[in-house]
Structure formats: C-alpha cells, structure tokens
C-alpha cells in the first residue's frame, strides 16, 4: 500500500524534476549557442573595425603631416603679421626714436669694424 504509493509518487517526482532539469539543460544550451554566436559576430565586426583603422592610418598621419605643416606656415604669417601690426601701433615719435637708436647702434658697429683713423672719430 502506502510504501507502493509512496514509491510511485517519488518515481513520478523524480521524472518530472528529470524532466524540468532537461528542459533547462537544453534552454541552457541553446542560450550559450546564442551567446557564443552574437560573441563571434562580434568579434568579427571588431576585427573588420581594426582592419579598417589600420589601413587608413597611414593616410591619417600623412593628412596630419599636411595639417601640421599648414599650421607652422599659418603660426608664422600671424607673427609676420603681430610684427607688423605692433610696428604700425607705435607713434611717429617712437618710430623716430627707434630708428635713431639704430642708426647709433650701426654708427658704433661701423667705428668698432673700421679702421684706426676712423674710429678716433668715434664717441
């Protein structure tokens, strides 16, 4: 009787937990299947990306050789330019003043390089 019974309800409990474990067991694998696949695909497109990069940094840094040079030559018109500016901000009186300070620094230079007859004259 109740041993039979007892017995008959855990062979069907256990069938039934066999039963639930093996569908999880296939749900598990199909779910790694999937995963493993969107993992390939991935890595894929990942590896097509860095393909894609590799083959055009040599014109990236080429491209960027170019913008470098466009920018020195555009940094040295702008300080041509900063001289000249600052050179026509002076007023006529500072302008005179800095050509005379020139004229006296040559004048010294030329007495200093000249010969002796010459530079006696020289103050």
Do not use: W
């Amino acid at each position: 009787g109740i041993n039979a019974e007892y017995m008959g309800d855990a062979i069907n409990a256990t069938k039934r937990d066999q039963q639930k474990a093996e569908a999880q067991h296939k749900r598990f694998l199909h779910e790694s299947e999937v995963a493993l696949a969107q993992k390939r695909v991935s890595r894929d497109e990942t590896a097509a990306e860095l393909k894609e990069l590799q083959n055009s940094l040599p014109a990236a840094r080429a491209s960027l050789g170019e913008n470098l040079d466009a920018l020195k030559n555009s940094l040295k018109g702008l300080m041509a330019l900063h001289t000249a500016i600052q050179a026509s901000m002076q007023t006529p009186e500072e302008r005179a003043a800095k050509r005379q300070e020139e004229l006296t620094a040559l004048k010294q230079a030329l007495c200093i390089i000249s010969d002796d007859d010459f530079s006696s004259n020289c103050s």
